[in-house]
């Protein structure tokens, strides 16, 4: 059979895959990286693009790396280790500075530099799919695989904690001796500063004595046990066993936070340790200010701005969070912060934290962004704005919002590479008024 023509790989798109052209039509190439010459296999033909499979790399990229891990290319965990640390952080700036031209056609006043991270080892927090083998009576514990149910199973990771991936296999092993193997669904792991915990998910629940040899076994690791239970396909556990809490410092003499292991929680400590410190000189709040935080969850943010400001309001939608946020503060003395319950997918309709004065305004939304929420941000006087995302693109959406009426411009903008080997990571982006900026010339 004739080989397939070479590709020209000439970028990499948003979820880590070489973009090439063939025949005017667009290319997403797995595994390829810019700069290459390769081969590939069309795996879907779409009416717009393709998707292909790697067969060949004809001419390497300098970039290449050999990849650490021997599941890189099944587990759809990570999707570029074999890209450099340098490429990776280079190809997410590009990426923002992309969205930010394309969708909203600006560029920022100044570019922050780029924050790195440790390449490995990093992670914090993993949720695992557990997949039972009845037949061969086998537990695999992992990853699914890129755009499919199936599990990869690991033995180890090397971008966890080292505590956290050390119970991968014990544990999976563990698991296929139970009574009820099939009924454990999920794992998550997850480790303080210090402390490690293991939370472990059913579908029904266990009976009393697998609950046992997951105690016996939970103890003999050193990880407090959590057990919690699927109530409907696709619903999220509900935890019963509270267990004591972990904690993480937000700076090396800042505020500790306490978080049980299903509350979100930045899964990369040392780059949140920087994001917290980048948005504090950002806003640079002083003992004068009230400062607005919006989607607060337990406070990581919050708590830092209380230590400098005259008084923070957070606002969540999850009210299990907010009461963490609350004792957390309480725990740190910060009695200067308030804590608000609203759904910030919806506009504020006149509630009263929307009708609040505010000198300054952060924001650490979802994926989805914070559409609702732009033109609220009007109103509420602030000089300046700080927009905290995981996701460029709707980062770039709003902030055309923001800058549209000329009321604000993009005074700074910068990655944070919280999720080194994968393509996923964190902005930030500052809004000046422009009103305040022309008062302070």
């Known amino acids: 059979m004739k080989p397939p023509p070479p590709l020209e790989v000439s970028g990499l798109s948003h979820d880590g895959r070489g973009v090439a052209r063939r025949d005017g039509k667009t290319v997403f190439i797995a595994g390829a990286l810019p700069g290459e010459q390769v081969r590939c296999r069309v795996t879907h033909a779409r009416a717009r693009f393709d998707e292909a499979q790697l067969i060949e790399v004809l001419r390497a990229s300098p970039e290449r790396r050999a990849p650490r891990c021997p599941h890189f290319g099944h587990c759809g965990g990570c999707t570029l280790q074999h890209l450099s640390g340098e490429a990776q952080l280079a190809a997410h700036q590009q990426q923002l500075a992309g969205a930010l031209e394309r969708i909203a056609r600006l560029q920022p006043g100044h570019w922050l530099a780029p924050v790195a991270s440790e390449p490995f080892a990093y992670r914090a927090r993993a949720r695992l799919a557990v997949a039972w083998d009845a037949g061969a009576r086998r537990a695999a514990l992992g990853f699914r695989r890129g755009a499919s149910r199936v599990v990869e199973p690991l033995d180890s990771c090397p971008v966890l904690a080292p505590a956290a991936g050390a119970l991968i296999a014990p544990l999976a092993a563990l698991i296929a ?5 099939g009924h454990v669904r999920e794992v998550w792991l997850a480790t ?3 402390g490690l915990a293991l939370g472990v998910a059913c579908a029904p629940a266990l009976d009393a004595t697998d609950r046992a040899r997951l105690e016996a076994f939970a103890a003999a690791q050193g990880a407090v046990l959590h057990l919690g239970l699927i109530a409907a396909l696709g619903e999220e556990p509900q935890w019963t066993e509270a267990g004591p809490p972990l904690r993480y410092a937000t700076a090396p003499d800042g505020p500790v936070l ?10 990369n400590r040392g780059v949140n340790r920087a994001l917290i410190a980048a948005v504090l000189a950002q806003l640079a709040p002083g003992p004068d200010d009230h400062v607005l ?5 337990l406070g990581n943010f919050t708590l830092p701005l209380a230590t400098r400001a005259a008084r923070v309001t957070g606002v969540e939608g999850d009210a299990a969070l907010l009461d963490w946020a609350r004792r957390n503060a309480r725990a740190n003395g910060l009695a200067n912060t308030e804590f608000v319950a609203a759904d910030l997918a919806l506009a504020p309709a006149g509630a009263a934290w929307a009708r609040a004065r505010y000198d300054l305004v952060l924001l650490d939304p979802p994926r989805s962004g914070a559409a609702a929420l732009l033109p609220a941000l009007a109103r509420l006087g602030a000089r300046r704005i700080a927009y905290v995302s995981c996701d460029a693109a709707t980062l770039a959406r709003d902030a055309a919002v923001l800058c549209a009426r000329g009321a604000w411009s993009l005074s700074h903008a910068g990655v944070f590479a919280m999720f080194p080997q994968t393509a996923h990571f964190e902005s930030l982006a500052v809004f000046d008024r422009l009103a305040a900026r022309a008062r302070e010339r």
């Open 258 to 267: 306490e978080f049980q292991p299903w509350h979100f929680t930045q899964a």
């Open 177 to 181: 001796t139970l009574a009820a193997p």
């Open 293 to 297: 935080e919006l989607f607060c969850g």
């Open 192 to 194: 303080g500063e210090p």
